[in-house]
């Protein structure tokens, strides 16, 4: 069939809206009809070469949609259902599955990494031919999409699909940073660097766990109003005297816990200094390929403060994509606050440009 797709086909270049043939589902493969899918800076790595792809390939890892036809073996899913798109499935059966670290399965790590199908192939086709690949496997910067099985998750009956798309990513990697890994607790004081997506998401699991004071900081003023709006009690401007002021914020002591929401090297230095006594730095935001960060050792040691990372919230996503959905349909996690603006697929460079320069929260493309 024939399909719309945003291309990348050279780095630091824009993408092209292509016409492209998508192959139909194969045994245990899905035909997903792509509802919305939200802009992440993570795809973005891709256009800048920060995440090695190769190329030409479709991007798109946080989408949401309906499934439209289902190949042979295929029992999870029907056609009809509402699915969330999971750019990384577990297989349920390896050394880390049955430990409980379902984020950490190398099963599907090959087809994740190529751009391609289980079988190695890709069901994308361009105007002349040739295969383009699949971020992820998933390529959801398109109108529709043929994924394995494995890959869709069903949604609570009256979840939107923009929000389906949303827990997709953002949600899920923030929400889960507090909850699963840094297990904040009540009363606690916070400060999250970058207020993204990601940085918003982490805002909202800090007011579920009940911190007290949650500081939020961005190089962008735009996202003050947001974060304030998401929960945070204090924003600052990023400068020189960041840490200094989140001491200011904290008595002068530092916070109980520190986020980095971006995956910049600089702002990872900066996490320790901001925390106090045993104090907790989580790195959330996905960093450049190979980058190196220094840290005071004597102040680790004599401080006991600790340092650790965090991919994919740490979560099981088969029981938390659907516990956030839940929580949302409850009115427990305000999702719908973190889109800021709703974009055309033709529109998906302008869309890039506006994350890029910070005026946004998380843009969705919706059909």
Known sequence: MKIKAAVL?????PLTVEELELDDPKSNEVLVKIEAFGVCHSDYHVVTGLAKQELPVVLGHEGAGTVIEV???VTNVEVGQNVLLNWFPYCKQCPQCFAGNTNHCKTYMEMLGKGKMLDGTTRLTDSNGRPVLQLSGLACWSTHVVVPDIICTKMPKGTPPEIAALIGCA?????????????VHEGSSVVVYGAGGVGL???MGCVLAGAEKIIAIDRSTAKEAIAISMGATDFLLSSEDTVENVKELTDGLGADYAFDAVGNTDIAQMLLPSLRERGLALLVGVPPTDSRIQIDATDVFRQ???LSGTIYGSVDTEVDFEKFAQMYLDGKLPINKLISKHYKLEEINKACKEMLDGSIARGVVTF
């Open 9 to 13: 086909r050279e780095l630091n270049k």
């Open 71 to 73: 190949g042979e073996k």
């Open 171 to 183: 949600v899920t990697t923030g929400v889960g940073a507090v909850l699963n890994q840094a297990t």
């Open 201 to 203: 998401s982490i805002i």
């Open 304 to 306: 006991e403060k600790r």
